[in-house]
């Protein structure tokens, strides 16, 4: 099934860009984005510069990233009393950013609230066009549930969605959220909505039922392996040595299959943490992420007492680190919620292999109280390594919600240039404090200083085959529309078919996608000569109603902009088009950006009904 493996793309497939001079005329179609800009919005991202842009009026833009030397910090600080009430009205000059230890002016100081009765963003589109800009709160930070079944054993995914059951009934009328799945991917049961209906049906739906994936580990399960052992040790003690080598072999594979798990639930929870902050990029402000897991196997930031390895032994270093770029450029801070309340030692109950004996029993609790420990350790650093809170010493979870929803709604940002100009790739601490008051300070601890042209050297997988998976959440690192309508002349009979299917069968219709993108998700390198290049990967891929890949298209676009292409791109949008051959039937359409300079990708799935043109 397609999303397993790369598209297998034909470069022959049709992919077009207009030609400069047509491309840049604006068609009555093209697009008042919604996209809010600004420093604090680029902040973690490389610095901008470019003309101004001239978007239509109500609409802002940014003009497209420009790779330069310096780069601007965000840091989103939530400062609390004694008494757990935020800290309201404090000033810049009660504030001290340290990063690695040496001070930093702040360039950008502000306070934000989370506004009861805040608008949704909303733009309305024509008939056959369509966006992944996200319908969310135009407040200052937006909530996310995250219910976890990959790391959560059955009966704690009951408990937790019976508690949630319990806040919708009291959720505040103009509380405005999200519920994420996790499995064996990351799937979006609802967007940002009031509407406890929605919230109580998506909730209630099939998809957020509690279930277990193939890398699920649950107590059930170590309960199982210790019976087996328990009765392959009681024949070792009859049956001599070959019995007691039967039981070493049995411990051993029983391990091999529990570390192999383990990596597989830590790559998976990363992957599912990149999914929600390229998914929650275009959303402007802090984002409150409020994860429900029996365990925790990722820690996000070096240094960590949790750093976890895959089943081969290989420290996942590449994806955690892109896991923390992609959280902080996103603003993302993480509010893990323990899945089964108060943590319990169940070692010493009895089971059907009876209580445990001798060094067993003596063994079990003290092993037992290490890993709930590792795992309260595991939140206490995914919080504060992003700004958030752990919360795992109640059994009330909708009592849990209402206080991370409450502790992420008032925050400032402080915005500083780095001293340290250098983009060498380290990990850069930050420290923030206040000077006056006694207060306890949650923010993100860190970034990674990443050197952009070492970034262009090194080949990096285009993400889009694994991010156009169909039911995946939109990724909104890069804005853009679409216009897909049938192509107005059908193709005649025999003629060579638009996609890379070459077993498509059958009578279809032939699309056309033109695509208006958001150029400031694009980055572009500048020339002496005031030109700018770049280089996007435009994709698409089709499923029919058993979820397979029906045909697919895309490739590469090399960009060279002249300066007044450049200003025309930054005040319309950078237009693509691409066209596709479809069979008949209902079916879904995954569409998706990626930009090889800046690493981001916009996606959208949106639903197509074909008619047939022609037999």
Known sequence: MYGLKPIPFKMSDKLEMHTMEDSMRPANWLFSFFVVAGLCAAAAAAQTSGPESQTPAGAQASPPLVQANGQAVAVDVVVMRGNGEPALRLRQQDFEVLEDGKPQAVDLFEEHTAARGAAIARVELPANVYTNLPVAPTSDAVNVLLLDSLNTPEADQAYVRKQLAEYLKKMQPDTRVAIFTLNTRLRLLQGFTSDVSLLQAALASKAAAPGKTPASRTRDDDLRDKEDLSIIGAMANTG??????????????????????????????????????????????????????????????????????????????????????????????????????????????????????????????LQQSAANTANTAAMDQLAADTGGQAFYTGNDLSR?????????????????????????GRFRSIEVRVSAGKYRLAYRRGYFADNAGAAQAKPVADPLPALLARGMPNSTQIVYQVRVLPEAAQPAQGAARAGGNSKLTGPVTRYKVDFAIQSSGIELTPAADGTHTGKIELELVAYNQNGNAANWTGGAMNLSLNAASYAKIVKDGMPAHLEIDLPGGDLSLAIGVYDWGSHRAGTLEIPVHTAIAHD
């Open 400 to 424: 849990a919600v209402e206080r991370a929803t409450e502790n992420g709604a008032h925050y400032y940002t402080l915005v500083y240039t780095p001293a340290n100009t250098k983009l060498d």
């Open 240 to 365: 001599g040595a070959d019995s007691a080598v039967a039981v070493q072999a049995m411990s051993r594979s029983l391990a091999e299959q529990a570390g192999t798990q383990a990596g597989q639930r830590a790559s998976l929870t990363l992957a599912a943490l990149q999914g929600l902050a390229r998914s929650l990029a275009a959303i402007p402000g802090r984002k409150n992420l409020i994860w429900f897991a029996t365990s925790f196997p990722v820690t996000i930031f070096p240094n960590g007492p949790n750093r976890q390895t895959l089943a081969n032994g290989r420290e996942i270093g590449d994806a955690v680190r892109q896991t923390a770029a992609l959280l902080t450029e996103s603003r993302v801070a993480l509010y893990p919620v323990s899945a089964q309340g108060i943590v319990l030692d169940t070692t010493t109950n009895a089971d059907s292999g009876g209580q445990p004996q001798g060094d067993d029993f003596e063994r079990a609790p």
